[in-house]
């Protein structure tokens, strides 16, 4: 028989242990996290300061900051109180409370990125109708449902975690508490825990990506159908930065989590999935909206 026990404590050992690199990585994780709490709080001021920048879009954008502000305050603080007093021992109730905040953030955030490709959907190939539905009534309703479905997704979902019992080691080869990493030290895991992150994976991941698909072929389809050329450069130009911070976020996701267990490749793929992806997202949207620029200047 295996030997079962309730998570009591984690050790977090991420980067192999190294001690030569810690004080690279400290500054690194460091300046990532300055750099990416400062953009993005330049974001959400621009944006709730700025008159002209109350739209749906720019709503959008000043909560997407606001999710990825979150997202990294959620990890690297953590990381880097453990590089500098060499304590790596997590109790279950951190981590636990870390997973419940990362799932809520990732939840969020994906779904954002949904409902930023159905206001470009609406803005290319309704547009008549975009003012009367996405209205500031709307909006305001989409953004507390967002927020209200991740808070309770998580919820549900960590309760189903606390379940789990360890028969292996409990290190985690990892710089935080995420999911992949706390199965891999399980050996009694309950139904309704996979039962969820299947559902989850389903419903705020895949269904959400393929809509996305289908939504931006439908905005190419309508762009290439433009006969003046200077109407197809602002419309592409009014997509192209969501369009690439989807392909970076849900590239360097799926990649993170569908990985084999192979450490480096692992921590380099949540790094950028958790920290850069954050910190690069406003320099995307800033770099390739001029409203945001002129704004950014002004104050």
Not at 45 to 50: D, Q
Not at 87 to 116: D, K, P, R
Not at 148 to 162: D, E, K, P, R, T
Request: glycine share 4%.
């Amino acid at each position: 028989m295996k030997n079962e026990t309730s998570f009591q404590y984690f050790y977090i050992l991420p980067f192999s242990g190294e001690t030569r690199s810690k004080p690279f990585i400290t500054a690194f994780f460091f300046l990532i996290y300055v750099v990416g709490v400062l953009i993005n709080s330049s974001i959400i001021t621009v944006i709730c300061l700025e008159v002209q920048l109350h739209k749906p879009m720019y709503l959008f954008i000043c909560n997407l900051s606001i999710v990825d502000i979150f997202y990294t305050s959620v990890m690297v603080p953590k990381l880097l109180h453990m590089l500098l007093s060499g304590n790596h021992i997590v109790s279950s109730a951190q981590c636990y409370t870390q997973l419940y905040f990362i799932v809520i953030v990732g939840v969020a955030e994906e779904i954002l990125l949904f409902a930023m490709a159905i206001d470009r959907y609406i803005a290319i190939c309704d547009p008549l109708h975009y003012h009367q539905i996405m209205n500031r009534r709307n909006c305001i309703l989409i953004t507390i449902g967002i927020w209200a479905a991740a808070v309770s997704n998580s919820v549900i979902f960590v309760q189903s975690a606390l379940h789990m019992s360890s028969c292996h080691s409990q290190v985690i080869h990892q710089f935080y508490c995420d999911v992949k990493s706390l199965t891999q030290v399980t050996c009694t895991t309950s139904q309704l825990f996979y039962l969820l992150n299947g559902t989850e994976i389903l419903v705020f991941a895949f269904i959400p990506l393929m809509c996305i698909f289908i939504s931006y072929a439908k905005i190419f389809s309508a762009i290439f159908k433009l006969k003046s050329t200077e109407s197809r450069k602002k419309s592409f130009s009014t997509c192209s930065s969501h369009v690439t911070v989807i392909t970076i976020y849900y590239g360097a996701g799926l990649i993170g989590y569908f990985i084999p267990d192979y450490q480096v490749l692992s921590t380099v793929f949540n790094i950028l999935y958790t920290n850069i992806v954050p910190m690069i997202n406003p320099i995307i949207y800033s770099l390739q909206n001029s409203r945001i620029q002129s704004a950014l200047v002004g104050i």
